[in-house]
């Protein structure tokens, strides 16, 4: 007999079998978008059909989902305004290598690698390295949406990290960070903290807070390597893929290949009252 679950999984396994359905289901959410204008959102099918795999073929969870994200976009400029690679703050993240999407897993899930010390907290903003990681997602989103749409798995390696990094995230920014997780068409389907020092419970425990139960069972910290199985995994975790430095080259070049991508994704936001 099947499980609550297994229906749903059938469900949406049947729907993403059913070109018909999906496209007048894409239709609905694109008849929705203008009859409210004041989301703003893309409505490519493409785009749509991203949001409506990401909700399990539940339109009124897509449309939830598009109005939470295209508002996030609009209300946190300084994440999503100004996004020329070419800006020298932006430049340095990129060298650094702050967000790295590496491969799929075992599962065809996307995994990135964030680094959540690789910048100089003394010379580089929070809200900048936000910016940064952002924009490489929205372009792997782009680049690669079925991989993104199964999940994504982040490995946080905290490598280097010092009071200068705990320091500039205040409750609100991690408040900010979670609910931009959760408002993107891709779950988190793990975040695994590695290289973490003894006391990072205790700076962890304020992410959780704002963290709902599902997502924060997925978060598991190590003090070294990581147990996610993916063949492209850099040696610095111990795999046989590209280094961080050669992943750092490779999306930086790929950001800047793809400057109008950002031009054009800056007309999508809410129109806030």
Known sequence: MWSRNNSNKRQVATLDTDPEKVVRQVEELSNWLDANPHINGCKTYENLHLFL??????????????????????????????RDPKLPEIQELLDLGVFLPIGNDVEQRMVVVIRTAAHDPKKHTQNNVFKTSKMILDLLLKMEPDSCSKGIVAILDMQGVQLGHALQLNPKLIKRSVESWTAYPCQ?????????????????????????????????????????????????LGGQGLSYKDLAVKWKQLIEENANFYVEQSKYKSILK
């Not at 073929?57 to 209300?75: P, V």
């Not at 903290?193 to 924060?216: D, E, Q, S, Y």
């Open 53 to 82: 795999r990401t909700s399990k073929y539940d339109i009124d969870r897509a449309k939830k989902k598009l109005r939470t994200f295209y508002q996030m976009r609009a209300e946190r400029p300084e994440w999503f305004d100004e």
């Open 188 to 236: 988190p389907k793990l975040l695994e903290f590695t290289n973490a020092p003894g006391h990072v419970n205790f700076f962890l425990n304020t992410f959780r807070v704002f963290m709902t139960p599902k997502i924060r069972s997925r978060l598991v910290v190590r003090r070294e390597g990581t147990t996610v199985q993916c063949d492209q995994l850099p040696p610095e």
